[in-house]
Every structure is written in C-alpha cells, then in structure tokens.
C-alpha cells in the first residue's frame, strides 16, 4: 500500500461509501452493476452482494485484489470521492489486482463440456434432460449460464455515470420467495429452457447427442442462454446461500429443455411461449417480428441515432433518456411506407437510418444533451412525434426532398407546450395513446414541406 495508508482505512472508507449509496437510495441496481463489470475476472456475484450487505465484515475477509476491483467499479458509477483505489494502492497492486480469476481455488469441476446422462429427444434441435440445483450454481458460478437481452422476457434500463446500460429484469422478491422453497425442500418442478446458440461452439456443434447411452453433450465455447428460468437459477445459486447443503436433504431436479436455435428461432420461441405468460404486448410484437416494419426497426436499432433509445414496453421510460417505443414506430412506418417487396423494405429502412441522423444530429441538445429539460416545454422529443417524425419521413422520401432540408423543416415549427399546433396532447395521459400519435401525425401529414422550407431562410 502507498505510504501512510493502512488497509483499515480502506474499508471504513469503502463502508461509508456504500452506506452513503444506500442513503441516497438511488434507483438502479448498483450491486447488480458491479457485479456484471467484474465477471470478466470471475467474480462470484455473491462476492459482491455480501460486501454490500456487511462491508465491515467482507472486506476484510475477500481477497485484497478484489477489492481494489470492486472499489475501481464503485468509483465508476458513483464517483464518490475518496474511493479511487489509487489513493491508497500502488501501482502495481493495482495491475496485479486486474490478474485476479475468481474461478482460480474455485471447487468447480463443472464447466463446457457438459453432459445430460439421460436426455430424450423433443423435437427437432430440442432434448429434454434434467439438471441437478448443484449443477446449475456451478455452471451460473462458472458465467457458462447467459442473459441474452436478443432473446430473454425484457430488459431493465439503468443510468450510471458511464451512460444508459441493459440489465437483467429481476424481480428480488419472487428469487428469494422461490430460493425460501428450495430450502424447505417445497418448490414444485418446473421446465427450464436453456439455448445453445447456433453457431457458437469451439467444435462446430453446438450439441451432441449419443442415441446409444442417450447422453447429451453442450460442447466447449457454446454459448448457452437462459431462455426460460433465469429466476429459478438465480434463486438456485441464494439457496445454496442460504443452505450450502440443502440439495443433499431434498430429492429435487429441474427438468430442463435444451435446444439450438439462432436468434431468431430463439425469439420466435418466446413469443409463442409469452403469449400463455405475462409479457407486454410491445415486447411480444417486437419477439414475434412478422411484418417488414419489424426489419426496419432492427435496422433503426443497430444502425441509427435511435440505437439503445427505443423501448420495447408499452411506454418510453425517460428516466433512461428513451425517446419512443417499438409500438410507435412500427405502427407508423407500416402505415406511411410501401413495404410490399424486400426490396422497398431495404431501401425505406436506410433512408430512416439517414433521416433519424440528421434529425438527432441536427438538433443534439432537444434529444441528447438537453433532452430532459426541453421536454418541460416543448413537444419535440416527445414519443407519439416520432409517429409525426415517420410521416414527415415518408413525404420527404416519395417526394424526393433532400435531407439537407430537414433542419429548416423542424426549425419552422413551434413545438412548445402552448403553441396551438399540438396543445391537444397536454391533455393526453398516456404519452403514446393512439390519440397522441394521431395529433402528431396528423399535422405533419398537413405540412406544406415547401412553405416551411422557404420560411426558413
């Protein structure tokens, strides 16, 4: 350690610090976060839910190098003064630390390979076995059980200090409700979905099943993900916790279903499966993906300014700076654009990828920089406009309007709350009501482009 530091010191400045945090009672997810960043070298989840839970014990218990990682992490997200690990540790402790593998003295002879003993076939690239609770902690330990945002139920949204991130939607009461049962050898059995991705694996397939012992081998580098149980594992892994040797005292498995799907074959999946299961109807729609429309918001996803600011619930969530909904959108670009050949498709989709950089490049402080304080004023961030957004698009793109034009175009409306051309939304309490979309559309589709270009001079 540095000269006149002492590792006392370190943690009574790191529990001040996360007791600070659970003052503030700030609303994401920040144990959850940590944990995420440091499963590169890793870092057993509980690990970190522990120091959050009994700083003045843990810290002092866990491995020094991981403290200085789990500090770097806190700092990151919270910028707390006092907790940068380079106050305290020297350079090199600190590269040393950063060589730290949570999986070296790790009692875990599981990993990939992995084999079912008895699997059965179910289906066409699907098998269904059984796994033990043992089983799944290890494979979770060992990061070889995944959360695809592509594939899973939905996704939270949080905001740190590094930007707007993904993160699993959890619900910590029904993980502990279910991780309780466990325990008392009282939660009934359930089906497992676990995926292992096509195209993953280090061997060429992904699954390998022998007819003969009727065994079923996930092969090494195979990403597997978490389909349907992500609660269930997570309330596996609190139980041993709680209980380390709970399994032993209850004859309990999980049957699980294996398959090796793509992407899509995987979403296709959910959908079918969502509609016996609570999902928003936006979510399923988004999963479900049927209509060209569908393309072009994947495209608007990966491609454009609206990449991680379109959200696929019912509602935009602002606190996370998303500006419109799938819904919206989807519903506007198959009303206002000819979609009735791959072709129009491709070619409407990268004209809204240029469209959306010009409008959020053009105007950065209404939807980036500024983005929160405008909307106390004005309608131009708001989510039913970008229905108004994909109507103006589309005249602008069957009458062959340059792009160049579109700055002019927005700078000769008045969107402000008390202006007379969209006063009608303070009066909608849902945001994205088919009314809402209907006023914005419906004003743009009276836009005479032409006068608002020469307005503009």
Request: one cysteine or more; aromatic letters at 10%; a negative charge.
């Amino acid at each position: 350690m540095k000269l006149g530091r002492d590792f006392e010191e370190v943690c009574e400045v790191v529990t001040e610090a996360i007791q600070m945090y659970k003052r503030n009672r700030r609303r994401y997810p920040l144990v959850q976060v940590i944990a995420e960043d440091l499963t590169k070298y890793s870092v057993n989840p509980s690990y970190i839910r522990d120091i959050f839970n009994n700083p003045e014990e843990k810290l002092r218990e866990v491995d020094r190098k991981l403290v200085i990682l789990f500090m770097e992490a806190f700092y990151r997200h919270e910028q707390i003064q006092g907790v940068e690990p380079s106050l305290y540790f020297t350079e090199p402790e600190i590269k040393e630390a950063k060589l730290y593998d949570g999986m070296e003295g790790r009692n875990v002879d599981l990993g990939l390979p992995y084999t079912f003993n008895r699997a059965l076939p179910a289906g066409v690239d699907a098998y269904l076995a059984t796994v033990t609770p043992s089983d799944i902690k290890n494979l979770m330990d060992g990061q070889d059980l995944h959360y695809d945002f592509e594939t899973q139920r939905e996704a939270d949204f949080i905001k740190t200090h590094e930007g707007v991130r993904a993160v699993p939607k959890i619900n910590s009461n029904n993980i502990a409700e279910m991780a309780d049962l466990m325990v008392k050898g009282e939660l009934m059995p359930s089906t497992l979905v676990w995926n292992a991705a096509v195209g993953t694996s280090d061997t060429g397939d992904e699954l390998v099943y022998d007819v003969k012992s009727t065994s079923l081998t996930i092969q090494r580098g195979t990403i597997v993900n978490n389909l349907d149980g992500y609660h269930r594992c997570k309330a596996t892994v609190r139980a041993f916790e709680i209980d380390p040797e709970f399994d032993k005292k209850h004859s309990f498995v999980f049957s699980v279903l294996v398959v090796n799907y793509s992407t899509k074959q995987a979403q296709k999946y959910l959908a079918q499966h969502a509609k016996a299961m609570p999902m928003s109807v936006t979510h399923v729609e988004m999963l479900d993906a049927v209509r060209r429309g569908d393309d072009i918001i994947k495209q608007l996803r990966n491609e454009s300014d609206l990449a991680g600011r379109i959200s696929t619930k019912e509602n935009a969530m602002v606190s996370v700076d998303q500006l419109t909904t799938y819904k919206v959108l989807v519903e506007a670009i198959e009303k206002d654009f000819k979609l009735d050949s791959k072709m129009k498709t491709i070619k409407a989709g990268d004209y809204l990828v240029k469209f959306f950089t010009y409008l959020l490049g053009e105007f950065e402080d209404e939807f980036t920089n500024k983005y929160q304080e405008t909307r106390e004023y004005s309608f131009i961030n708001h989510s039913s406009m970008f229905a108004g957004y994909i109507r103006l698009a589309s005249k602008m793109y069957y009458e062959e309007i340059s792009l160049d034009n579109l700055e002019k175009i927005i700078n000769s409306i008045d969107f402000s709350k008390d202006s007379d051309n969209f006063k009608e939304l303070n009066n909608e309490k849902n945001p994205e009501s088919a009314k809402a979309q209907q006023i914005c559309r419906d004003f743009f589709d009276k836009l005479d482009i032409e006068k608002s270009i020469g307005a503009i001079k």
